[in-house]
Structures are given as structure tokens and as C-alpha cells.
């Protein structure tokens, strides 16, 4: 056992930590031999000086395997799952899982709370009435066997290194280490037993990395991390300068899910985002040979409603309404007060501040600003118009979905300002990087 001091020591004067030293680290963090601020001052010396590849595959496998590690005997199809750093009306899990689903993966999804201005795909889950994040872990197999997917929040025994090692950078601003966000989020998806991943790494405004330069650095230690902990991964850079789809808010994203499930609403740059995970998924698992093929199935999954079967099906295993896909609002509560976000002036829509769209949603109550917060589920924007949309003043940017008149109006005034406009058609970014 090495104390505390020394291995913090090493660090902070930029020495490698030899994998004793990251297992000492690693077991201090679930047994408490760390202290709260030993666990502090070791994050900010990675902070400041970074760790090697080899590092962060030595932490990523001890975090990994500082809990339960799922094992999936008796599977006859790959094991496979897709993680995104987060964004404002990121709703691409469901129809991506239900789709690799339908396609013949099984898909264990263990999903993250919304905390800061980015939502969280159990909080949308639980805006279903019935709904059951924190299914046993047995359970949780049955329904990824029987069904082919489920998308269920952290338990408790998941990596639990990371919970206490993530609500500590939390506090002491060290979120955006590139090393410490890798081995957080591969750590929990390592220790779901997978056979491929895909991340789903984004970009812009919205994103926890709002340039090119920081997302390709995650994007690569991510990739070179998990392949050397054994998991096959690629990442996809995609763009989150502007909200993704329609609508930001739980039970709205829910309801927006649905309607691509069926069919009846697509929208371009969302629908391309799942394409392009999903094929990823379908090629690194030899589920399609190539990029055609994937495509094909994509399209099938889809036509055929099967995708929408197997996400109903799912809905209702863990607890909802059996015919979720069909009637999305039985199941679910609607907000108060409706209301129409106007164009204060003519123009092109050019640019998006998106991050101030997720914190309005917080503000409206549709987040958490301490994770111990209660989240309402109602509220949000929906009918979202995109950028490169040419509008004039007074036509319906948005609607917003709120608890009472007061916080509606303010969300107004917020999403207007979030809003700037040109007279010249905008250049848009590319939607995959």
C-alpha cells in the first residue's frame, strides 16, 4: 500500500503512476483511505498534468473493476452500447437503441442524470408513468435478453470508484480533465460487460467541448483507452451548435421520440446523428458488412416499425404502458401553460447560443442545479425551427412549455436572446465532423 501523500507527490511533479500506485489510488477512493481532500488534490495534479495512455488505461480498468463487471453468457448476438458527452435535446439513445435492437445487438444501457444544462436519458425515461429506472441487475438481463434492449440509470455497485471520484471534481473544478472524462464515462460502460462502443462525442456551443481541438483530444483518448482495455470503440464528432431535433425538455423529447419511431416526424439533422451511430454500431459488431448494408437495415428496422415494437416493448418491461409508441401522452403529464416564442425581427436564423437554451430548461424546472434536486417533467421547448431557416418578425420560433405564466415569460425573453439573426443565408456547420 502506498500512502496517500506520495502517490499525489508523483503526480504533481508529473511522474507516470505505475498501475500500484493508480490500484492504491483507485481502492482509497471506495474504501476511504483517500480522504475528500487527498481525493481533491490528486484530481487537480492529473488537471494539471495529464496522464499517459497507459495511465488511463491502468485507472480506467481499476475504477472498472472497483464494482460489479456484467457478464452476458448465453447471448447469441454482440453485446454492444453507444455513449454521448452530452447536449441540449439529445434524445438519440432510444431510437438508436431500439433500431441496433431490432438489427440484432443487445443493447445494456446504463444512463446518466441530467446535471448543468445538458439532460439526462433516465430523467426523460422517468417522465413515463410507471417507469423503472433501477430495475435488480438480474432483472435488467432478463429484459436485455428477452427484449434485446434497456436503458436503465447507474445502480449503486456500477463503478462506484467514479461516483465518488465525480462528485468530488464536481466541487473542485476539475470536470474538464480530458483523462479523468475518459475514465468516467468508460469505466461505468466498461464495467456493463460490452463487446463494441460508440461514442458519440460532441461539439459547438451546447457541448462540453465547444471546439473541434478538445473534442477530437477526448474522442481520441476515449478510443485509445477503451481499445486497450479490450472493448473495440470508435468516436463520431457531431455537431451541437444548435439544439438536436425539435424539442429540449423530458417529456417533450419523449413525445418526440415517439413520433420518429412511427414515422410521423424525422427531423433531418437528428435523423442523420442516429444513421451514423447506428451503422457504427452495426459494422464494429459484424451485425452489417458495410455501410450500405447498415443502411439498409437502418431503413428496414424503421419502416417496418419493428424498431418502434421493440422500444414499446421495452417501455412496458420496465414498468410503463404497453402502448407507449401509439399513445405518448396517456402516459404522460403536459405542462400548464403552452405558449408561442415569437421572431422579435426578420431575417435568417444564424446562430444558436445553446447552452442558454438547456440552463432555460433548467430554470424552468427542468433540471438540476444540486444533484438531490426533483425535476419536472413537463416543461421545456418544443417546435423548435433550426438554423438556416429564413423567418419574419412575429412567425413562431419555438413554443414553450411551462409551469405558470411567470417562468414562461422568462423563458421567452431567454430563448430570444439565445437567437441571432442575419440578413445573408448562414454557413451551418457540418452535423457529423
Known sequence: MILPQEIIRLKR???????????SFVSGLVDGSFSDSQVGAMAMAIFQQGMSVDERVALTKNMMHSGDVLTWQGFDGPIVD???????????????????????GFVPMISGRGLGHTGGTADKLESIAGFNVQPSITEFKRIVKDVGVAIISQTDNLAPADKRLYSIRDVTATVESIPLITASILSKKLAAGLDALVMDVKVGNGAMMNNLTDAKALAESIVSVANGAGVKTQAIITDMNQ??????????EMYETAKYLTGKQREPRLHQVVKALASAMLINTGLAADAAQADEKIERALTSGSAAEVFERMIAELGGPSNFVEKPWDSMEKANVI???????HGYLAQMDTRAIG?????????RTAPTQSVD??????RILPLGVKVNRGEVLARVHAKDEDS???????FNQAITYSDERPELSPIIY
Open 13 to 23: 511533479d508529473g511522474k507516470a503512476l505505475d498501475n500500484n500506485a493508480i490500484e
Open 82 to 104: 453507444k455513449h454521448s458527452t452530452g447536449g441540449v435535446g439529445d434524445k438519440v439513445s432510444f431510437m438508436l437503441a431500439a433500431i441496433v435492437a431490432a438489427c440484432g
Open 243 to 252: 439544439v438536436l431535433g425539435t424539442s429540449a425538455g423530458n417529456a417533450i
Open 339 to 345: 405558449v408561442e416564442v415569437k421572431a422579435t425581427q
Open 359 to 367: 440552463m432555460s430548461v433548467v430554470g424552468l424546472g427542468g433540471g
Open 377 to 382: 417533467h413537463t416543461v421545456g421547448f418544443d
Open 408 to 414: 414562461a415569460k422568462l423563458a421567452i425573453a431567454q
